[in-house]
């Protein structure tokens, strides 16, 4: 069975929600594809009423960080207490996020076993996607929002992701009745490892370990460290822009190949607009974490200061 789309996405976490409900908003259909489950969507959400609903509850549901509390694990010096000063930090769990993002969707659109297991290109500028169920999705846009080891990005050939030398573990913990934390951020530095926590809400706390050696973890676009915890923000900056430039491409009127070439444009504005910005944040992630778990005199001062 052969359908035609107009957007055909791939991958159902938080860029590939984020920039099927922009597309909504422009009054686009879009097909999400994912290994467990398959979005038709055909409407916006991050400024509708429901939308906002929603984004409060999360706020509400979620701690607002008070301060970040820094020790050392080597050094005999007294811990540190950071003020967030007012800055809105909080830890949101994925799931949640997710979830919200789903609520906006009309009912019935979610469809289970949409594994797409290969694309090639078709005439007539259309791109295809093959599906484990037999199932060929003709698009004139393809996204691939599927992670790190992103069928898309392995079409385009691109480069598979580096190796950072570090090596993280990341967990969430439950206490049933309460865990009694503060919302504050505890942050300890040590030579080699670095390991904190923070509550998420009044049962659950966010936890982490990192050391020396690993490789780097990130997703289909920018692979980046989660020294700074902002991949998820990144993925949600990504969905809006890239929305936003294909609307304006495919909402106007034309010929085919008008079209098409609108399509380009709007694909490299969207390209220039976030090089810059992915680059800053991977960087400022990976050097982070490298001055986090790096030994010596000089990192060990660089790493101190704030303490």
């Known amino acids: 069975m052969e359908i035609i789309e107009d957007v055909v996405i791939v991958g159902a976490g938080i860029a590939g929600l984020t920039t099927s409900l922009g597309l909504h908003s422009a009054g686009i259909i879009g097909d999400v594809e994912d290994h467990r489950v398959c979005f038709h969507y055909m409407e916006q959400c991050m400024e509708s009423p429901g939308c906002y609903r929603h984004r409060e509850s999360l706020r509400h549901q979620h701690y607002l960080m008070t301060s970040i509390v820094v020790a050392s694990t080597f050094l005999e010096k007294p811990i540190s207490e950071i003020s967030c000063d007012g800055r809105e930090i909080r830890c949101l769990q994925r799931r949640s996020l997710l979830e919200t993002l789903a609520k906006e969707l009309p009912d019935g659109t979610i469809r289970f076993s949409s594994k797409v297991v290969s694309v090639d290109e078709s005439s007539g500028y259309f791109k295809r996607v093959h599906l484990a169920d037999g199932t060929i999705l003709k698009t004139k ?167």
Not at 180 to 186: H, L, N, Q, S
């Open 141 to 307: 846009v393809l996204i691939g929002c599927d992670g790190i080891n992103s069928v898309v990005a392995k079409w385009l050939d691109l480069k598979k992701p580096a190796f950072t030398g570090r090596s993280a573990i990341r967990g969430n913990a439950n206490f049933k009745g309460g865990h009694g934390f503060e919302p504050k951020f505890r942050l300890f530095v040590g030579k080699g490892v670095r390991s904190g926590f923070l509550p998420c809400d009044d049962e659950n706390v966010y936890w982490f370990l990192t050391w020396t050696p690993s490789s780097k973890a990130g997703d289909a676009l920018h692979p980046m460290t989660p020294d700074l915890g902002q991949g998820g923000c990144l993925a949600l900056e990504d969905g809006v822009i890239l929305a936003r430039c294909l609307g304006e491409a495919l909402l106007q009127p034309g010929k085919v190949e008008e079209e098409y070439e609108r399509i380009e444009k709007g694909l490299r504005r969207f390209a220039q607009e976030r090089r810059w910005r992915s680059f800053d944040v991977i960087a400022t992630a990976f050097v982070v974490g490298f001055i986090s778990q790096s030994d010596g005199k000089t990192m060990n001062y660089l790493r101190e200061i704030p303490v």
